[in-house]
């Protein structure tokens, strides 16, 4: 069955078609994971490439991410039976004293359909409970966010947290969100800063020691 369809309903952002197109490669006997690997996941990176260029924007990162994630629950059961592995788990939250996660959310979305599993716990999330789930989850990866440049010290101080709660040297912190920077993630000590979804995507992948999708 070709699943160009499915990719280019994904790019377009229409869920609906998208979901409808899993459903029926699932029906004709497609395995989960080649619709994940042929159409799901090369269709969310041209959607990252477009964003990149300029050529889409935020809403249609949405509409696209949504359509991804739920042609994803649509396998779910599939891809579970087949015991399929995901890129890494990745622990996300926006820092304690922010309430903001809209941002935080299009990261989570964009992961997923990068192939990553994405534990997501919200908003105002205190540095212990980051610490807590990535030790629960096994995690290699914790992202945090922050919108409020007032927040910044919590950010430290949750980077801090997690380099000092026994999870060893493998975990490794990215950051970001309006007010912060390079140079801050580099102060703080995390791993690596990106300044928006689709680069949050990529680079997750090489903090995990994964190749860029090609």
Same mark, same amino acid.
Request: glycine share 16%; net charge negative; aromatic share 2%.
């Given at each position: 069955m070709d699943l160009s369809l499915i990719r280019q309903n994904l790019i377009k952002g229409d869920a609906k078609a998208t979901t409808d197109g899993t459903r029926e490669a699932l029906a004709r006997n497609v395995p989960a994971e080649t619709i994940l690997r *042929?159409? $799901?996941?090369? /269709?969310?990176?041209? %959607?990252g490439d477009l964003f990149a260029r =300029?050529?889409?924007f935020v809403p249609e990162l949405l509409f696209s991410a949504r359509a991804m994630s739920a042609a994803v629950d649509a396998m779910r059961p599939q891809l579970v039976k087949g015991g399929y592995e995901p890129a890494g788990k990745v622990v996300m939250g926006t820092v304690? #004293? *922010?309430l903001? *996660?809209?941002g935080k959310r299009l990261v989570s979305m964009m992961l997923e359909g990068s192939g990553f599993e994405v534990v997501d716990l919200g908003a105002? %999330?205190?540095p212990e409970r980051f610490v807590e789930a990535a030790r629960e989850? /096994?995690?290699?990866? %914790? =992202? $945090?966010?922050t919108l409020l440049t007032t927040m910044l010290p919590a950010m430290a101080a949750t980077v801090r947290a997690i380099r000092q709660g026994g999870l060893g040297e493998k975990v490794r912190?990215? %950051?970001g969100g309006a007010p912060v920077t390079e140079s801050f993630a580099q102060q703080i000590g995390a791993d690596g800063y990106a300044d928006d979804a689709s680069s949050a995507a990529a680079l997750a992948?090489?903090?995990? #020691? $994964?190749p860029a999708r090609q």
């Open positions: *042929d159409a $799901l996941i090369p /269709g969310m990176e041209e %959607v =300029g050529e889409y304690k #004293g *922010d903001h *996660d809209i105002d %999330v205190a989850s /096994g995690a290699k990866l %914790v =992202g $945090l966010s912190v990215m %950051v992948r090489r903090l995990v #020691g $994964l």
